[in-house]
């Protein structure tokens, strides 16, 4: 590889020898120092092949708990064939003498693992032009083995976080539930407002890090409730993008427009607009247009495209919110899995987002066919258990008896159940059970009605 990148590039892979050199020769002074980086590194962060068989050998000391040091790894290269190889037992013990202490190990262990990743990001640059040069070449399948480099390396890359201490964690949770009380004095809701009192106190609000599940039959109101969900989150001043695989944004923002204005979402659909009706959009327009909502309606994205997307526009501080309707719609990356293992890497990588961007992501979700004559249950999710395992929340808007409810079925930060909340006919208004208004503070109606 480094052959090839020279060739190619006219220019050294990046590497550091000198720091190289020193780790191995501290790891031998110090056999200790080994449980400091084997989170930061590996065998394969080395750019010299005989660097690469010495930390090898110590690493595999340390895993049988034999002592590591000079003479313990000389004869352990020795025994695997691989002493010369490595340079022989002058290379070995000028290893240690280029060093005086481990004091240092772990900066320097961190910067060889810095230099390693520059090395593969070059090398799949470097194939992925060699690739696109290639006459023929899907554009899918191209997304497709880039994607799943960059996945590849992303995992090696972990090996850089080598943990966070019980007392940080516990002095950050403080600091944490410090400020989630002085939200509560202040009348702050924890998570992004849900517009909804019994769903705001069920679960805090959308808080981030959360994968939220909206599942439902079709007809039942899921792709309307999302938009009220969407509408509340912006009007607290949240940046909402949301994702739509279904229907175009004009035909979303008819449905929010005829839930502000009043006028009939039939009407608006039909063209059958009155001057009065006009009159009355006109007035919503101003506040309504200017909602920090950002649309993608483009179909057969892939969750990779999500999750770049979330990347880009959370760092301009416009993603607070990703709503994506709907989860079987999703395009996933590998075209060749089964449908299950497609649904669990879609499923997965939401997740991972919402973890990484430190942000919550709802997800619609389709039902199967059993729901449609039964209350829903998490066993109704269509085509995969990887939804139910990998949610957070997981919420079922359903009618019962000209009611309408939400079915909490599973909440790891809180309270399950149900509770009604009011819809007009149309589905384009939300709200509490004794007012449209949201902001009545209404205690939930936990109970199972009957379907």
């Not at 056999?31 to 590194?41: E, L, M, N, T």
């Not at 230099?115 to 194939?127: A, D, F, H, V």
């Not at 938009?227 to 949301?242: E, P």
Request: one cysteine or more.
């Amino acid at each position: 590889m480094a052959i090839n990148m020279k060739n190619n590039l006219g220019k050294i892979p990046p590497q550091d020898l000198d720091i190289e050199a020193a780790v191995l020769g501290s790891l031998m002074l110090a056999g200790d120092a080994i449980h400091k980086v084997s989170g930061i590194i590996k065998a394969g962060s080395f750019y010299l092949q005989s660097h690469q068989q010495v930390f090898d050998a110590i690493k595999g000391l340390s895993d049988m708990n034999k002592p590591i040091d000079l003479l313990t790894v000389t004869k352990a290269l020795k025994d695997r064939d691989q002493l010369d190889k490595a340079g022989g037992p002058i290379f070995i013990t000028q290893l240690c003498s280029r060093v005086a202490s481990a004091g240092h190990i772990v900066y320097h262990a961190g910067i060889i693992q810095q230099l390693y990743l520059q090395r593969e990001l070059i090398k799949i640059g470097t194939e992925t032009v060699t690739e696109a040069f290639e006459e023929g070449v899907e554009i899918d399948d191209l997304f497709a083995s880039l994607n799943q480099k960059i996945s590849s390396l992303e995992n090696n890359s972990m090996y850089t976080n080598s943990g966070q201490s019980h007392g940080d964690v516990f002095q950050n949770m403080i600091l944490e539930m410090e400020q989630d009380c002085i939200n509560h004095a202040n009348g702050i809701q924890p998570g992004i407002d849900t517009g909804l009192k019994g769903l705001n106190l069920a679960t805090g609000g959308w808080r981030n890090t959360n994968l939220i599940i909206l599942a439902s039959r079709p007809g039942v109101g899921k792709t309307s409730l999302a938009l009220h969900f969407a509408k509340m989150a912006a009007r607290s001043g949240k940046w909402i993008n949301f994702y739509s695989l279904e229907m175009k944004a004009p035909d979303l923002h008819r449905i929010m427009v005829s839930g502000e204005s009043g006028v009939s979402r039939t009407a608006i659909r039909d063209g059958q607009l009155t001057d009065q009706d006009w009159n009355t959009i006109n007035r919503i327009s101003a506040q309504f247009e200017k909602l920090p909502i950002l649309w993608y309606d483009t179909a057969g994205l892939t969750s990779s495209r999500i999750r770049y997307n979330t990347i880009r526009n959370r760092k301009a501080g416009r993603c607070d919110l990703v709503i994506i309707d709907y989860l079987q719609l999703v395009k996933p990356v590998d075209a060749k899995a089964n449908r299950e293992q497609q649904i669990s890497e879609i499923t997965r990588t939401l997740k991972g987002i919402a973890l990484a961007e430190d942000i919550p992501i709802i997800c619609l979700s389709q039902l199967n066919r059993a729901a449609a004559d039964e209350k829903p249950q998490l066993h109704h999710l269509r085509e995969s258990g990887a939804i139910e395992q990998d949610a957070d929340i997981v919420v079922f808007p359903f009618r019962s008896d000209c009611k309408y409810f939400l079915s909490i079925a599973k909440n790891r930060r809180g309270e399950v159940g149900d509770f009604e909340i009011r819809a007009n006919q149309e589905m384009t208004v939300f709200g509490n059970l004794n007012n449209l208004d949201s902001t009545i503070p209404v205690s939930p109606r936990i109970n199972d009605p009957p379907f």
